[in-house]
Structures are given as C-alpha cells and as structure tokens.
C-alpha cells in the first residue's frame, strides 16, 4: 500500500512563494514518478508538474512554468513543489500523486494513489 501526505499550503500574498512537500510511505517511491495536480473550485483537477523516478525528466503545465519548480529526494522518500511568483489564479487545493510507472507521465489515469490535498491561497 502506498500513502501520501501534503504539507506546506496555506494563505500567501499574490507574488509570494510557498513550498508543498509530499511524504510518501510505502512501497517503491524511487521506483514511481510523481505529479503535482490541483483543482479550483468549480474547475476540472488538472496536472501542474511532474517528475520522472530519477527526477531527470521534468514536466510543466504552460500556467506556471517558470514560476513552479518539482523536485523529489528519493531518500528522504519526498517530493516537493517550489512555488513562487503566486498568482490569485494559483488558488487551488494542491494535489500530489504517484504514478505506476517509474517514467514521466502526464495523463492523469496514470496515476493510481493521491494524497488528501492541501489548500493553496493566494489573495490579490
């Protein structure tokens, strides 16, 4: 069984920064890739970032590249989001996951175990 736990959210000033961490426990971290994905309210959940098993590959959605920056320590068994230049768009409840595959991967059926979230807000 697989689990993860966010931290790190919270109430942050528009042009703020904030850094989510992702613990996971379990079976396999350094094995699996990994993604950052949020939901608005009202919106569709929708992949931020991800991360390839060895943290070589790296993928970003378009609305926060060069503002977001994922990481992961697989000893630490950890991933992180780095985010900085927040926007009020960046509101969200902020999501990591793991996927079954150790290569990068953007679909969101890729990816079978979720944390619980934490809330990102950001006020203008």
Known sequence: Q????ESG????QA?????LSCVVSGRTFGHRAMGWFRQAPGKEREL???ISWS???TYYADSVKGRFTISRDNAKNTMYLQ???LKPEDTAVFYCAASSMNYLVVAITQY???GQGTQVTVSS
């Open 48 to 50: 931020v970032a991800a």
């Open 55 to 57: 943290g070589g590959s």
């Open 9 to 12: 959210g919270g109430l942050v």
């Open 2 to 5: 697989v689990q993860l736990v």
């Open 15 to 19: 042009g703020g920064s904030l850094r």
């Open 83 to 85: 985010m900085d230049s």
């Open 112 to 114: 079978a175990y979720w």
